[in-house]
């Protein structure tokens, strides 16, 4: 990290940011379970590295023009972005159920599967530039001091994605070495194995493995900050948003796929706030919003999930989505960052973007994609404080008093109408929630900070309900994610003022991850009850990601 900046006659601020980070993770995953459509056991390894390098620099300067304190801000910016895959090695054995003493067999056929036995490798390469300009105007509307904004922001994306996806295969030789199966999985395909009576390793790479994409924002606002007869405030204001976005997958020739899409929208907000006195607000606020879809979810270009054990691909149809918002709050500060707050909101979705599940319970291949639903709707109350322990003691140097306590609920209802046909031509009509919306969410907490000693102490606790992780069709189920309780904690001393040590634990409970169709015992559809049941609800995949545990120290010049 490298910051630089300058003050020029106190009216002219320049700043130069720079940051550079990576970001690794290096996975090695077991599987094991019971594959009931094809009656056998399984289990497999996935050795899984992937890098993730972020460079910013960003270039902004401020400046107060004329007497009447004018301010205009500008800047330009870079971000460059890598994300690698170098090397990741599936393998894949099964079991018969009918033959239950003898060993998994490696799972190597004489076409080209690389879900089963093979290799991937990719490389993503981002670079987004930007630039904007902001103008804010004071003005006087009788006694009160009033702001009129306007500003310009220019975005331009451009991104090459590129993978190779390899397989092992059996040589078509009926002289083929089976003793090569007998081998333990480190030594299954050393080098001496690849041989013309042993296994080849074979390009299963499509044109859709590779794309460039890119895309370019340009928008406007105008906006004013005014303060009506001392107690009303109004935040009003319109952006307009011309977006282009492109995607070419392959090398461009015959039959490849261009995608090119091209928008321009109005977006109005309206923020209107009461204030009661100076401890307590009312705000109502509307706003017209957007969703796009990402180069990933428009591009065909497919990635194998080893942990769910399904594909992932892109839809080229998929649309915008445009949300229209509106909440009432009420806010109240009872001091020293104490508050609580309580709102109801409603938000009605325009072609509302969700993850699609087009598998069933017999199929031997999982599937994700996209698809735009036609109208979405979710409603619902928010609730959230943060309460310092203080008044319960009246000693200063009580602990109570470096004890402060928080939390949030939000309860949300959400509604997609589904209609269909099922696949001998019948019509189905019936509601679901939106995809990745839960029902509720908890977060709750505590934070401790004793300054004498330099310590501080943080407790955190989530809970999310159930979601749809991945939609259906009528015929087949949602897939749904279980609630999970996630228990995390911090721990920091300062040692000379200088030296600072933490430490972090997440995920402390470790509860396993769960993902479950709602059926009954004859594999029938249950949509009257969403809520997990671990009894009835049909598991299909059930992971345990552990507690993470990390300790750093730092240093301050």
């Known amino acids: 990290m490298l910051n630089m900046g300058a003050k020029i006659n106190g009216r002219h601020k320049i700043q130069f940011k720079n940051t550079f980070t990576i970001n690794s993770d290096d996975q090695t995953v077991r ?33 107060l023009i004329s007497k009447r304190n004018i301010k205009l801000q500008l800047g330009v910016g870079r971000n460059q972005i890598a994300r690698t895959i170098p090397d990741l090695r599936r393998s ?9 003493t003898e060993n998994f067999n490696p799972n190597v056929t004489t076409f080209p599967n690389p879900f089963f036995m093979g290799r991937f490798f990719s490389n ?30 220019y975005q331009k994306k451009e991104r090459q994605y590129e993978a190779r996806v390899l397989a092992y295969v059996r040589a078509k030789s ?22 013309s009576n042993g296994f080849i390793l074979s390009d299963a790479s499509q044109p859709q493995d590779q794309y460039e994409a890119q895309s370019a924002l340009q928008a406007a606002y105008i906006m004013s900050d005014n303060l009506i007869a001392e107690k009303f405030r109004a935040v009003y204001g319109v952006r307009v948003e011309k977006f282009d976005q492109s995607i070419v997958t392959g090398v461009l020739k015959p039959g490849d796929l261009e995608i090119a899409k091209e928008n321009t929208n109005f977006l109005p907000s309206v923020n209107l706030t009461y204030l009661m006195n100076k401890k307590t607000n009312i705000r109502l606020c509307a706003s017209q919003t957007l969703s796009r879809p990402e180069f990933r979810e428009l591009s065909p270009a497919s990635f194998y999930d080893y942990n ?26 009872m001091g020293k960052g104490e508050m609580i707050s309580g709102s109801v909101f409603y938000k009605n979705f325009s072609n509302p973007i969700e993850t699609t599940v087009p598998f069933g319970l017999t199929t031997t291949q999982k599937v994700f994609s996209y698809v735009n639903v036609p109208h979405a709707n979710s409603y619902g109350l928010e609730l959230e404080f943060r309460k310092s322990l203080s008044m319960l003691s009246s000693n200063e140097n009580s602990i109570w008093n470096q ?5 949030n609920l939000a309860y949300i209802q959400s509604n997609v109408e589904v209609i269909t046909k099922s696949t001998s031509g019948e019509e189905m009509k019936y509601n679901r929630p939106m995809q990745g919306q839960s029902p509720y969410i908890l977060n709750g907490g505590a934070a401790f900070t004793h300054p004498k000693s330099n310590i501080s102490a943080t407790l955190v606790f989530n809970r999310i309900g159930e979601r749809i992780f991945a939609v259906g069709n009528g015929e087949i189920p949602e897939l749904y994610e279980a609630p999970r309780n996630v ?20 995920d402390i409970l470790s509860n396993p991850q769960v993902f479950y ?16 049941q671990k009894s009835k609800d049909y598991s299909v995949i059930r992971t345990r990601l552990g507690t993470n545990i990390g300790l750093s120290v730092s240093y301050q010049f």
């Open 31 to 63: 599987r094991s379970g019971d594959f009931m459509d094809n009656e056998y056991y399984i289990k497999g390894t996935a050795l899984w590295f992937s890098s993730n390098q972020l460079l910013s620099n960003q270039l902004s300067s401020e400046h």
């Open 92 to 100: 894949y054995y099964t079991r018969n159920y009918d033959a239950p």
């Open 124 to 153: 993503t390469q981002e670079e987004i530039y930007n630039s904007n300009a902001d103008v804010s105007i004071p003005y006087k509307l009788g006694k009160s001091g009033q702001t009129l904004k306007v500003g310009f922001y």
């Open 174 to 195: 009926a002289g083929f070495d089976q003793s090569i199966l007998t081998k333990p999985e480190e030594e299954l395909f050393a080098v001496e194995n690849i041989r």
């Open 308 to 333: 769910l054990s399904a594909t992932f691909t892109g839809n080229p149809d998929l649309k915008q989505t445009t949300i229209a918002n509106i909440d009432l709050r009420y806010e109240y500060f």
């Open 403 to 407: 004890l402060v306590v928080f939390g």
């Open 487 to 506: 228990l995390d904690f911090s721990l920091s001393k300062k040692f000379f003022k200088k030296i600072e040590v933490k430490l972090n634990l997440s």
């Open 517 to 532: 169709y709602n059926i009954d015992e004859k594999y029938k559809i249950v949509r009257d009850e969403n809520a997990y």
